[in-house]
């Protein structure tokens, strides 16, 4: 838990100590400390919920992926990064009508100036 966190149960004191568990690992910022949906699945809490052999899994995502976290923008850039997503998958498929992606954002430039070795 972080500096200055409450935990779930002090909170919500008549909740399922279980399912705060599963939150507060859940809810955590850092994404490589965060629960992924497998561990999530694996979690007392949803015990009666998993059922591995029906339980289809994606392709892994790589970490460079999730560059843009750890870009530090205003409020407002923020926002025009959001703005492009929308108007990007509003467009014909997230397409241009040249068929093309459309203009970089910000946020597509500076990730993809960050450095690509990680691990």
């Not at 100590?17 to 994404?31: E, N, T």
């Amino acid at each position: 838990a972080d500096r200055g966190s409450i935990p779930f149960l002090e909170l919500y004191p008549d909740a399922v100590p279980a399912a705060c568990d599963l939150l507060s690992h859940l809810l955590v910022f850092d994404p490589v400390e965060r629960y992924d949906v497998c561990q999530a699945l694996e979690h007392p809490y949803l015990r009666n919920l998993h059922f591995p052999e029906d339980e289809p899994c994606g392709p892994v995502i790589d970490r460079r992926e999730f560059d843009f976290e750890r870009l530090s923008l205003s409020t407002e850039e923020f926002k025009e990064e959001i703005l492009h997503e929308v108007e990007l998958y509003h467009t014909q498929g997230g397409l241009e009508p040249d068929g093309g992606l459309g203009a970089e954002s910000k946020l597509e430039g500076a990730v993809a100036g960050m450095s690509t070795d990680h691990k």
